[in-house]
């Protein structure tokens, strides 16, 4: 049973814009945070930006100021706007969700920023 489904990667142009979307299963209850992570090829993950059920957010300092995190705390959904991207934002991007017992993790989904 696929628990936490990101989409909207793609390929996009340096200075481009994309909008993912983390869409959490209604079985997953109590969530408290939604995370955005990242991996680069050769890379560690590291997290990107994160938000709380009541509305706190924490971004990473390369994105700050370009990368924009929101939730629809109604559809389980949470959403990553990323504005002005850099070739160095190319990464897969993976979403996790943290209940009070348990850290979910998608699948990922691919951003490549290119001309």
């Known amino acids: 049973q696929v628990q936490v489904v990101e989409s909207g990667g793609g390929l996009v142009q340096p200075g481009g814009s994309l909008r993912l979307s983390c869409a959490a299963s209604?079985?997953?209850?109590?969530?408290?945070?939604m995370n955005w992570y990242r991996q680069a090829p050769g890379k560690q993950r590291e997290l990107v930006a994160a938000?709380?059920?009541?509305?706190?957010?924490n971004y990473a300092d390369s994105v700050k100021g370009r990368f924009t995190i929101s939730r629809d705390n109604a559809k389980n959904t949470a959403y990553l706007q990323m504005n002005s991207l850099k070739p160095e934002d190319t990464a897969v991007y993976y979403c996790?969700?943290?209940?009070?017992?348990?850290?979910?993790w998608g699948q990922g989904t691919q951003v490549t920023v290119s001309s």
């Open positions: 996790r969700v943290d209940s009070t017992s348990t850290l979910y």
């Open positions: 209604r079985s997953i209850i109590s969530i408290y945070a």
């Open positions: 938000i709380t059920s009541g509305g706190n957010t």
